[in-house]
């Protein structure tokens, strides 16, 4: 049961990098960009997140916000952070809670690991709108940031 465009987004508070409590409805009246991604300190995830960091401007311009989020720790997406120097905030899905509210979850992903957040895209209006979804199944994969950029648009 995907989540499509045009249903509203489902509401999460979670835990940042910066250890302080990021509600979805704290950026009411801001676009959001959301992105999901299974691990801190993987090559596809490094990646998809640094392409975020380099347009960063561009959202920024555009009164968007970004946040990202997986289920690794706080302290993990603290350092994830600061190596990366991401100007965005992460956050911790550690309780698996808000995932499978996107469908953006692998019940089991490799090597056995249970419970990873999926990679994942959603762009939501200033309404708490959903107005573009991308989830992937493949995790090699990223998500198309075109268009992304023109959802935000």
């Known amino acids: 049961m995907a989540l499509r465009p045009g249903q509203p987004a489902p509401q999460f508070t979670l835990v940042s990098s910066d250890k302080k409590e990021v509600s979805l409805s704290d950026f009411k009246g801001k676009k959001v960009i959301l992105h999901f991604f299974p691990f801190a300190f993987t090559g596809v995830c490094t990646k998809q997140l640094c392409e975020m960091r380099d347009n960063f401007g561009y959202y920024n311009g555009l009164n968007a ?61 200033e309404e708490q709108n959903i107005v573009y979804a991308e989830v992937l199944e493949n995790a090699g994969e990223l998500p198309d940031f075109n268009a992304i950029a023109e959802a935000v648009k």
């Open 65 to 125: 916000e970004i946040l990202a989020i997986s289920v690794d720790s706080p302290a993990t997406l603290a350092k994830f952070k600061e190596v990366n120097n991401y100007q965005f905030t992460l956050l911790s899905d550690f309780n698996k809670e808000v995932s499978p509210k996107y469908d953006a979850f692998y019940e089991v992903f490799g090597m056995g690991l249970k419970g990873v957040s999926k990679r994942a895209a959603f762009v939501i209006d």
